[in-house]
Nanobody, 128 residues
Framework: QAPLVESGGGSVETGMSLTLACVGS????????MAWFRQAPGQARAAVAG????????KYADSMKDRFTVSQDIAKSTLYLHLFNVMPADSAIYYC?????????????????????WGQGTQVTVSS
């Protein structure tokens, strides 16, 4: 079984909301470094939101905080990404990532290389 498994993607219309989930037993644990990234066709994979070890609350990439909310349920080993009022520009594959060594305490949480474990991704397609 893959260490991280994302779900919740699909085809939605502009303005709708959806929630993505990432389950990672043994990987999504208390004080984890974990994050959501997304990658649209022809574009680089970019950070959306996440949690860094030792931080008080979640972190968001610029422009993501207004319509996205990240949350976690450690008892369920699950990381969530809540998307509100989605737009066609949000269409992408959304990936969950974990940094087991908690290097995010010293590295930029938005960098892909900070993370050592990735899910397969879940596709979100937003139509206008």
């Amino acid at each position: 079984q893959a260490p991280l498994v994302e779900s919740g993607g699909g085809s939605v219309e502009t303005g709708m909301s959806l929630t993505l989930a990432c389950v990672g037993s043994g990987y999504i644990v208390r004080d984890s470094c974990m994050a959501w990234f997304r990658q649209a066709p022809g574009q680089a994979r970019a950070a959306v939101a996440g949690f860094t070890s030792g931080a008080v609350g979640p972190k968001y990439a610029d422009s993501m905080k207004d319509r996205f909310t990240v949350s976690q349920d450690i008892a369920k080993s699950t990381l969530y990404l809540h998307l509100f009022n989605v737009m066609p520009a949000d269409s992408a594959i959304y990936y969950c990532a974990v940094d087991r060594a908690r290097n995010c305490r010293y590295r930029d949480w938005k960098r892909i290389t900070t993370y050592d474990t990735w899910g397969q991704g879940t596709q979100v397609t937003v139509s206008s």
